[in-house]
T-cell receptor
């Protein structure tokens, strides 16, 4: 079974600074997707960014980018120019051939002035 | 386009009571699933469905029942509520993974069992 590990329960970043959230996963599959979801206090799950395993190029979405290291099974999220609205829980998720999402335990990001 | 509609948003049950959490999607997604979210544990899969008439168990299925009679609806039934089922529940849907694997989530149900 696949596992997803987020080793940072909480992180803090100053407004306008850059922060990186870590995620590692364990799988024997070669074809899969990886996601970062954001969960603000409203509880809504919001897709931040996705990465297809077959793509070598790291995905980017505006201020959000990933560092995908397939051999190391690492998938970190970098948030640039952090904003107060980025404060939330962030979940890393794996989606493989079983068509099920497996989530990490989440990282709570605080953004300070 | 409503996306994934999940009801109710809040519910308080007494131990032993039964109830159904409703989930409906209007995007013609094949895949639907139910998760529970507990502090420090992320989201854990309860049951999922890859199409109408097909369901399967996830990581934590005990005490829950599902059915998928239509593509649009995927209700989750609590057969006899227990305090251990106090949690936030999310329904999600997605296309098949050969097209687009992104999951869309409902707004969640906060369930308290007393």
């Amino acid at each position: 079974a696949q596992t997803v590990t987020q080793s940072q329960p909480e992180m803090s970043v100053q407004e306008a600074e850059t922060v990186t959230l870590s995620c590692t996963y364990d799988t024997s599959e070669s074809d899969y997707y990886l996601f970062w979801y954001k969960q603000p206090p409203s509880r809504q799950m919001i897709l931040v960014i996705r990465q297809e395993a077959y793509k070598q190029q790291n995905a980017t979405e505006n201020r959000f980018s990933v560092n995908f290291q397939k051999a190391a099974k690492s998938f970190s999220l970098k948030i640039s120019d952090s904003q107060l609205g980025d404060a939330a829980m962030y979940f890393c998720a794996y989606y493989g051939t079983a068509s099920k999402l497996t989530f990490g335990t989440g990282t709570r990001l605080q953004v300070t002035l | 386009n409503a996306g994934v509609t999940q009801t109710p948003k809040f519910q308080v049950l007494k131990t032993g009571q039964s109830m159904t959490l409703q989930c409906a999607q209007d995007m013609n997604h094949e895949y639907m699933s139910w998760y529970r979210q507990d502090p420090g544990m992320g989201l854990r899969l309860i049951h999922y469905s890859v199409g109408a008439g097909i369901t399967d168990q996830g990581e934590v299925p005990n005490g829950y029942n599902v059915s998928r009679s239509t593509t649009e609806d995927f209700p989750l039934r609590l057969l006899s509520a227990a305090p251990s089922q106090t949690s936030v529940y999310f329904c999600a849907s997605s296309y098949s993974r050969v097209t687009r694997a992104e999951a869309f989530f409902g707004q969640g149900t906060r369930l308290t069992v007393v």
